[in-house]
């Protein structure tokens, strides 16, 4: 069967790794997949090398300068997008089987959108098209054919895992977490640690905002509102487990008692390459560790004194509707000031709670609502620290 | 659906612990669950309180005399069958839906073929079915539409763990062990180990002989050579991996990398209870403890000189023909020995290599020579001790 491929985001971690794992593939299965779009933002370079390698009939980059630049650089048989609407002509592609949306950020709400109403399979690693266009998404999947399945590890391990069983059997559905670089910082010292420390991932090499998520353990509140969308389940019945190894990758809790989990080393090529299988899994060579070589999987409960950001995140998903667009624009700004130096990284939590305290709540909302949430969260954040609401003291700056 | 159930073996642990099952499961699903008959050995007045508990239409003990006391006791309604020609009867009986086989021993075999022959669904504990009679179960299940689901908590979490792929995907299977009391004893110190030394088995609340067997880890082995017939995996992607907690039950790695586990609190109520209510899974009130409140697992190899047993039972397992049912036959023999304080620790791995250097080989054995070979192992493994090939030196008896 041959699986023609688009790919949104592919200049990314996850872009570039779903190409290394679709170069491992080819080698072995005889052109089965065939790459036959790529968008990326700003990243020309890359995308050159990328479409000199895989050869696809489109390209859509972030904007129309980069067009221009992008059409003297490629070759002419090469049609080149750009901008929002071309991301969204690209997604919608008649030939696309298999759909990648690695986008980082809300940019990648519209196109999954117009993915599900063009009936693809959207294999889907883009955060945001779940936790803040959760609702949309739903509606639309339930008018049509298409389906998602999550890149993500850990919801990735979750599909896998409820294979050995019936969705109405599922009692709960468990989220590993690594704990992040504090977790066994004395509580009290966490709220002023500094970038340098929260960027210290131990197990997982990502990007700045993953890593600073994984810190505060947003990204795991985010997760969870992700399985809720994914998986059907209300909040009450997902929870999350402190897992240092990350080794196990999330599991399943069913009724009778039996708990299935999914694990292996921390290798995003692994999710990746069974979502572009699936139902089949391929050989590969990757590295694989033994249980006897990891000697050793430890699990602790997630305090929440400990992970406050986190318990804001969950209580955003459970009120829903424009609420989870607001943490997740908030959260990126007060990244952003963290990172700066201007805030300190206790100010992530408050500034989360802060937005949430504030926020007009819009239920079902329109994706035009989502976009306002969003931006006004950000100016919100910023206001916030202006008014001194988050930040040093004055005259503690670091 | 309606079910109607036999079970072999009902007063002993797997026996009672499924009749227990059937209680709670039959208190929340309005007898969805009917017991029609019940076979055990000679522990009539516990079988008098079944049959008083669970009304089955007919029972079957273990000889004419006991019949004949069962006759007298047993209400009036109650057919009474007795030997192995009443077990065969028992396990084809038409009206069975599901045929639990927890007889303990060789005399397991015989009703398991008869029940394949018969077309039954057998929810598998009788070890020997498969150990000794792997190649001639295999035989009679691929002429009928007969099936086997595993009780056994390890290859039931294979068996689970097998959903989340297909057969050919398969890298390997990964049984895990407790390791046994003798786990962290300094390995020169084990042949000398006190019967009440092996005895003290941390996990799992079992007889003597599974105890002893999980000291030697014979169990393992044997396990092994289940697994291969259950699954159907040649044996070199048949692992076993020492995990003291057993709360990994067992798990699969498939060729992508992916592995997934099956694990829970040590309770064979759960597996008995997923094979009754099989393809579905039933809630339950059985303690579920969580993976915060286990805290930590742990793997190690198996190291092969600490566990001499195991590689002689894997090695019979491999060779085939009649040699696995030599080495159970004599396993239970020089366990004999072994509490009777006439042979050491030691001398049941020594004993098991002496045996498989001593067979005469059978290949494609039928029935008459398995039982031939359980008898001259058994035999065997006495003569070895009267001829002092396994035992104290002289002189030196505990």
Redesign the interface.
């Known amino acids: 069967m041959k699986r023609d491929i688009t790919i949104l985001g592919s200049t990314g971690s996850i872009g570039t790794q779903t190409l290394e794992v679709i170069s491992e593939l080819e080698s072995s299965r005889d052109h089965e997949f065939n790459v036959i779009a790529l968008a990326c933002g700003s990243n020309l370079q890359l995308l050159d090398e990328q479409v000199g390698r895989f050869e696809p009939e489109l390209v859509c980059v972030k904007n129309e300068e980069l067009q221009g630049k992008a059409l003297t650089q490629l070759p002419d048989s090469t049609r080149v997008l750009s901008g929002p609407d071309g991301l969204k002509e690209i997604a919608a592609l008649p030939a696309t089987d298999l759909l990648v949306n690695a986008l980082v950020g809300f940019i990648g709400l519209e196109p999954t959108l117009a993915g599900i109403r063009a009936g693809k399979k959207i294999l889907l690693a883009n955060k945001e098209s779940l936790v803040v266009g959760g609702e949309l998404v739903e509606r639309e999947l339930e008018k049509g054919s298409a389906t998602i399945l999550p890149i993500d590890s850990e919801h990735n391990a979750i599909f ?2 409820l ?4 969705s109405d ?1 599922v ?1 709960r559905l ?1 989220i590993t977490a690594s704990g992040g670089p504090f977790l066994d910082t004395p509580i009290e010292e966490i709220a002023d640690a500094t970038p340098e420390e929260a960027l210290n991932h131990p197990n997982w090499d990502m990007g700045n905002r993953i890593t600073c998520d994984s810190a505060t353990m947003v990204n795991k509140g985010l997760e969870v509102i992700e399985a809720h969308w994914l998986f059907g389940l209300p909040y009450e019945r997902i929870d999350a ?3 240092p190894q990350s080794f ?1 990758h999330s ?1 399943v ?13 921390p ?1 995003m090529r ?1 999710p990746i ?2 979502t572009l ?1 699936y139902p ?5 060579d ?1 590295h ?1 560790s ?3 070589e ?8 997630l305090e929440e004194e400990r992970y406050p950001a986190f318990k804001a995140v969950v209580e955003a998903g459970e009120a829903g509707g424009n609420r989870p667009a607001a943490v997740n624009g908030a959260d990126e700004a007060l990244i952003k000031l963290f990172l700066d130096e201007k805030i300190r990284f206790g100010d992530i939590a408050t500034g989360l709670n802060l937005i949430l305290d504030a926020v007009s709540p819009v239920e079902e909302p329109t994706l035009k609502d989502l976009r306002e949430t969003d931006e006004w969260a950000r100016n919100s954040v910023n206001r916030f620290y202006e008014e001194g609401k988050i930040g040093f003291p004055r005259g503690e700056e670091l």
């Open positions: 896998q895992a294979q050995a069983g019936q059997e009692k468990i487990v402190i897992h196990v599991l809790e069913y009724r009778d008692g039996s708990i299935i989990a999914e694990m292996g080393d290798d692994v390459q069974y299988t089949d899994r391929y050989p590969n990757y694989k033994t249980l006897a990891v000697r050793r999987l430890d699990f602790r409960e």
